[in-house]
């Protein structure tokens, strides 16, 4: 019998494991997060990206979240 036929459809430990309910990441904050939509220009949203890079974020929703939070503060200039 080969690997691939061990199995019955569905009946794998490692199919099996990943049915297990999770509530996915866990939190980073006390609250959980929900989805938002925003309106962006392509160039904003790419700076965006850039600034994420920049303050040490894994992505843009890190850096929004802790924007939002006060944990980075930015600079406008004029």
């Known amino acids: 019998m080969s ?6 459809q569905g009946k794998h430990p490692n199919s099996l494991a990943n049915l297990i309910k999770t509530d996915g990441r866990p ?3 006390e609250s959980k997060k929900e989805r938002k939509n925003i309106s962006v220009t392509s160039e904003g949203w790419e700076g965006i990206g850039k600034l994420a890079e920049r303050y040490g974020c894994s ?7 802790k924007l939002g939070r006060g944990l ?7």
């Open 27 to 29: 939190k980073q904050y």
């Open 59 to 65: 992505n843009k929703s890190e850096f929004i979240e």
């Open 72 to 78: 980075i503060e930015l600079k406008v200039s004029a």
């Open 3 to 8: 690997k691939a036929t061990e199995y019955s």
